[in-house]
């Protein structure tokens, strides 16, 4: 009879403590299975509208070339380029109209969820080169040049034997022309890294403005970046790519009161897609004081013709400089072009999120897109 009793309490503990267990464990894995299944459904929400972003050109297919540009006139969101029949090929300047002048006219980011469907979600994009280029050092005294340069994973992982093929591009006081001169190649060494070391040749006059290009392969990957041995005069002027017109811009964060109010003068511009072209040379007059937009000019193939960089050159007055310091200044474009591509667009994440990612391509060079889905709070 003990024996029974005690069989019998036995049992009822072990009972008693596989019901706590589910009471605290089922629970538990709803949530799990819950928390998975919201995750999966913003995955596929996600994947789809990346889709919609990168396969589809839009409506109308030439959205991002058209110019007064109304946000308006867009009655289908798309990035992608109609006049390529491969996959993931990216209009530039559809890109662009995500974050272009406010005087060129770009896509709010809530009238881009209207399009996409996302109401309810919320959205960052991001493109990104594929790799990252920086400048550890550099001593700019001309004649003589100096810099290092890194090259890294977008997670900061040194990337060995990248090929570096460097360029320089500059400008004398009393000459028109601008001068370049190639450096010979390098390959990142173990920590991704390698120096370079150039003297350049002096013409007549002075040497008052640098830009050094560099081309960075890795496998088969490549990216440009520009670096500027003065200050990058981005107060004189923007330059913005349209369809085949190049646009000088006043700067959005440059207030009226400190806005140059006297002409100055383009004399070059260059276009590099590798090698260098001579897309203008002459006399321009801008004038500064009527509104955002200095000077537009339609050069014919230039979308086609895909540049990488251009590159002007104008006779100014650079800010804090005086009336009397009126020099040769090089400018470099197109934004964001000319600092890696760098596109952020959208809004700041909130609670759970997902992120994919793609390989695209714009003007003939590789890109990585990658978006941040996730559901709007109820406010």
């Avoid at 005087?103 to 996302?118: A, C, D, I």
């Avoid at 004649?143 to 320089?168: H, M, Q």
Wanted: hydrophobic share 40%; proline share 6%; glycine share 8%.
């Amino acid at each position: 009879m003990a024996g029974e009793l005690y069989d019998y309490m036995i049992a009822l503990i072990i009972t008693g403590v596989i019901f706590a267990s589910a009471v605290v464990v089922v629970p538990n894995l709803s949530y799990v299975n819950l928390l998975y299944v919201d995750q999966q459904q913003l995955r596929n929400t996600a994947l789809e509208a990346l889709k919609a972003m990168f396969l589809d050109p839009g409506y109308p297919v030439d959205w991002g070339s058209q110019d007064p540009f109304n946000q308006e006139d867009v009655q289908r969101f798309g990035l992608a380029y109609a006049s390529s029949n491969s996959f993931y090929v990216l209009d530039p300047d559809k890109v662009q109209r995500l974050f272009m002048h406010k005087e060129l006219g770009f896509v709010e980011y809530n009238y881009t969820r209207k399009l996409l469907g996302l109401e309810g979600y919320g959205f960052s994009l991001r493109i990104l080169p594929p790799f990252n280029v920086t400048f550890p050092t550099k001593i700019f005294e001309p004649p003589r040049l100096e810099f290092e340069v890194k090259v890294s994973t977008n997670d900061g992982r040194p990337l060995p034997n990248a090929i570096v093929d460097p360029t320089i591009i500059y400008c004398m006081q009393t000459e028109e022309d601008l001068y370049i001169d190639p450096v010979e190649s390098q390959r990142t060494g173990a920590l991704g890294t390698c120096r370079f070391v150039k003297t350049l040749i002096v013409q007549k006059g002075k040497i008052v403005d640098v830009i050094a290009i560099f081309k960075v392969t890795v496998a088969d990957l490549s990216t440009v970046v520009a670096i500027q041995a003065t200050t990058p005069q981005q107060g004189i002027a923007d330059i913005f790519v349209n369809g085949d017109t190049i646009y000088l811009m006043i700067p959005e964060d440059l207030p009226p009161a400190e806005q140059p109010e006297e002409a100055d003068w383009i004399q070059n511009i260059v276009a590099y897609t590798g090698t260098f072209e001579t897309l203008f040379k002459g006399s321009d007059k801008i004038t500064y004081g009527q509104g955002y937009k200095l000077w537009s000019k339609n050069f014919k193939g230039l979308k086609k013709s895909e540049p990488d960089l251009l590159i002007l050159k104008l006779w100014a007055n650079p800010k804090g400089e005086g009336s009397a310091r009126r020099r040769a200044v090089m400018i470099v474009g197109s934004l964001p072009g000319w600092i890696g591509f760098g596109v952020q667009y959208g809004g700041k994440p909130q609670g759970t999120t997902v992120r994919v990612q793609r390989s695209v391509i714009i003007s003939g060079m590789t890109y990585i897109a990658e978006m941040i889905l996730w559901k709007e709070s109820l406010q």
